[in-house]
């Protein structure tokens, strides 16, 4: 069974950083392109950022780019993303997701978390 655990959200000061990490199990994880996903209240879920299976390639939305950075460490089965100048707008729910592929860009994922919250208050 698979499963995607995040963790690190919490409240956070405008101008703050935080570390999300998302622990999967039940997968073979170097075989999958990693994802961070948003959904803030009354919004769609929005695409953050992702990672290829050896961590080499990056792809970002556009808005965050420069603030946030995902990484990964294969031996750990462990996805990160370091948020930085968190802005009172980054508020949202944020969840990890695993996708059996070859690409970061226009991917479907296959797996997903349940999320945690990240709060940026002002």
């Known amino acids: 069974q698979v499963q995607l655990v995040e963790s690190g959200g919490g409240l956070v000061q405008a101008g703050g950083s935080l570390r999300l990490a998302c622990v999967a199990s039940g997968l073979t994880y170097s075989t999958y392109v990693m994802g961070w996903f948003r959904q803030a209240p009354g919004k769609e879920r929005e695409f953050v950022a992702s990672?290829?299976?050896?961590?080499?390639?990056?792809h970002y939305a556009d808005s965050l780019r420069g603030r946030f950075t995902m990484s990964r460490d294969n031996a750990k089965n462990t996805a990160y993303l370091q948020m930085n100048r968190l802005k009172v707008e980054d508020t949202a729910v944020y969840y990890c997701?695993?996708?059996?592929?070859?690409?970061?860009?226009?991917?479907?994922?296959?797996?997903w978390g349940q999320g945690t919250q990240v709060t940026v208050s002002s």
């Open positions: 997701a695993a996708a059996l592929t070859t690409s970061v860009v226009n991917v479907v994922y296959d797996y």
């Open positions: 990672i290829s299976r050896s961590g080499y390639t990056t």
